[in-house]
């Protein structure tokens, strides 16, 4: 099972990305609400929580490997309980992602009927069955994304402390994100030590 791809993208469509790993492309799935995201990062070394499925029919055996791709775990995890409700295809959720996940995790545990039917392919009978089946269970993705996307150019130092926190063991679009936090509330941040000690204060206070 592939949980996890870190490379280059080398290219964003209208439903995929293309990551580069070792001379190997591969192509992810993605939600629509990340196209835009993506599109701006398109040369840049980035990483995918990924679901790996099989699309086709078993009977005649003929089954494609396909694999879908998220810029933080939380939105994979909301994505597989997304994927639960019945009549709910990882192609269609992925549509139907076309916006954030915790803006559509607040509309199921609100019952926001009207911001569900304005998503693609969902109507109201589809609606209903989301409420039916999810609210309830979405309060853990409900926080707002508080967070600046990864920083996509980063300085001598932001380096320096990002290649530190890799070294602790901690995931590099962690890290990232947590520095783009750590040096926009500071932006007089210049010393590796002291964007490292922001960036873990700004990962306690996520």
């Known amino acids: 099972?592939?949980?996890?791809?870190?490379?280059?993208?080398?290219?964003?469509?209208?439903?995929?990305?293309v990551i580069d790993l070792g001379g190997v492309g591969y192509e992810v799935m993605v939600p629509a609400a990340t196209i835009g995201e993506l599109h701006a990062?398109?040369?840049?070394?980035?990483t995918l929580f990924t679901v790996q499925y099989f699309e086709g029919n078993p009977a005649a055996a003929h089954l494609i490997p396909r694999l879908v791709g998220f810029v933080t775990?939380?939105?994979?995890?909301?994505?597989?309980?997304?994927?639960?409700?019945?009549?709910?295809?990882s192609r269609r959720a992925l549509r139907a992602m076309s916006?954030?996940?915790?803006?559509?995790?607040?509309?199921?545990?609100?019952?926001?009927t009207r911001l569900l039917t304005t998503l693609p392919e969902i109507g109201k009978k589809m609606a209903s069955q989301i409420l039916a089946e999810l609210q309830g269970h979405c309060q853990a993705f409900m926080i707002a994304s508080a967070v600046p996307p990864p920083i996509a150019e980063l300085t001598d130092a932001q380096r320096i402390a990002l290649d530190i926190l890799v070294q602790w063991g901690d995931r590099r679009a962690d890290a990232q994100r947590w520095i783009a936090v750590a040096v926009e509330?500071?932006?007089?941040?210049?010393?590796?030590?002291d964007i490292v000690r922001a960036a873990y204060r700004a990962k306690q206070a996520l």
């Open 1 to 17: 099972m592939i949980c996890r791809l870190t490379g280059r993208l080398v290219s964003v469509s209208e439903e995929t990305a």
């Open 41 to 46: 990062r398109v040369g840049q070394d980035i």
């Open 73 to 89: 775990e939380a939105d994979r995890d909301f994505f597989r309980l997304f994927t639960k409700v019945k009549g709910i295809s």
């Open 99 to 112: 916006v954030p996940a915790h803006q559509l995790a607040a509309a199921i545990e609100h019952g926001d």
């Open 185 to 193: 509330a500071d932006p007089s941040l210049k010393v590796p030590e």
